[in-house]
């Protein structure tokens, strides 16, 4: 069984930083892409950057040049680094994993529980 556990999220002031982490566990043959998602309150889920097993990177146009993605391959573990927080970045956000659970599995997307950000004064 896969788990994506996230942490890092909390309160912050508007300006502030916060980085978030993911670990992925269980029993994984392979991790294609790792990515972060998010969902404001009523609102749908979002992109917010992703990461190929190779190091490319993409982001949401409301988080470039503020925020920024990178993975720890050989800990599984998908990072975004969160800076010049805006009160509009406040939302649960999740990460995502496109991975194959075993030989021969095919590739699936499996999702942590969210952390919550706040950006407030």
């Known amino acids: 069984q896969v788990q994506l556990v996230e942490s890092g999220g909390g309160l912050v002031q508007p300006g502030g930083s916060l980085r978030l982490s993911c670990a992925a566990s269980?029993?994984?043959?392979?991790?294609?892409?790792m990515g972060w998602y998010r969902r404001a309150p009523g609102t749908q889920r979002e992109f917010v950057a992703a990461?190929?097993?190779?190091?490319?990177?993409g982001y949401a146009d409301s988080v470039k040049g503020r925020f920024t993605i990178s993975r720890d391959n050989a800990k599984n573990t998908v990072f975004l680094q969160m800076n010049s927080l805006e009160a509009e970045d406040t939302a649960v956000y999740y990460c995502?994993?496109?991975?194959?659970?075993?030989?021969?599995?095919?590739?699936?997307?499996?999702w942590g529980q969210g952390t919550q950000v706040t950006v407030s004064s």
């Open positions: 995502n994993s496109q991975l194959r659970a075993g030989i021969g599995a095919a590739l699936s997307d499996y």
């Open positions: 269980g029993r994984i043959f392979y991790i294609s892409t």
């Open positions: 990461i190929s097993s190779g190091g490319s990177t």
